[in-house]
């Protein structure tokens, strides 16, 4: 895969999270009408949201035209184009958008690491990536995947974000071109839409391979054998084997059907998955203890003396599982990457 060749085409890319309203007002605020690249943001939202309060506080600004990105189409500078929900948005080599149903990077679908990704191996030293507010880590392989291509980085500067873990996390991992207050982004973004690009460098196959996986071209076990190592964790989203990846100075795990996620991502998915069993099981503790009750209630004699025994063993293990759900493991375990 090629860079895209035409000299000063850039293309910003944004990444943002809890906060990201507040956040990207005050960026786009900041840039004129005539703004001479396209900008392309992913805001995490849930999959029933319609994403409409934010494309419409955002074209209320009245300078750049905001849209939700539609498949296939060609970008535009001076236009702003909207990861949808429940849909990965990337750009590809020709420089029109793919919106996909992917698999969830980091739990998320809209995930900002595919657009990242895709942006920096289709437009190469041309890409500059804003990193903004939000939970977690998702954003921060996909910023180190544009530095590797020669694109620009750029963090909020965790004091100036509502929701500081994303920068923080990010800046834990790698050395940005650029950690600023977000009310100065724009004038740097004004004065990097004016730089001489040098030669690009060689996009990584790395990254090339895992922006196929996220478009579901390539999705096969050669493939993600190549990205890394098997390690004894399960996929929470599909079940399969996840694989640790070489690259990157922070733990990353993909399974083959596409599923990926940070060790913070990880952790939290497992954590989440374990609750729901635990409520399942004290639910069919309770059902098999009123069950026993019943019969105990029904029966004489021996038969009733063991159905009250087990159902005295089954409130024992409610009460368990009960101490287990109402702990709080918050101040034991960090969301920070391991």
Known sequence: MKAIKEENN???VVGTSAGGMKALITLLEQLPKDFPAPLLIVQHISADATGDALLNSLNKIGKLKCIHAKHGNRIESGHIYLAPSDHHLMVENNGTLLVTKGAQENRSRPAIDPLFRSAAASFGNRTIGLLLTGYLDDGTAGLIAIQRCGGISIIQDPADADYPDMPK???????PDYCIPI????GVLSILMTRKTSKQPAI???IIKEIKI???VLSDLPSVNSLGEQVPFNCPGCGGVLWKMDKGPGLR????????????ALLAEQTEKIEETMWTALRMFEERKNLLTTIANGQKGAMAVSARERANMSQIHIDRIRAVLLADDKSSISDSPI
Do not use: S
């Open 183 to 186: 009310a100065e982004m724009g």
């Open 204 to 206: 990584p196959e790395d």
């Open 10 to 12: 850039f293309i910003v």
């Open 169 to 175: 996390n990010a800046l834990n991992q790698m050395k």
């Open 214 to 216: 996220a478009q579901r």
């Open 253 to 264: 795990y993909r399974c083959h059907t596409g599923h990926a996620y940070t060790a913070a």
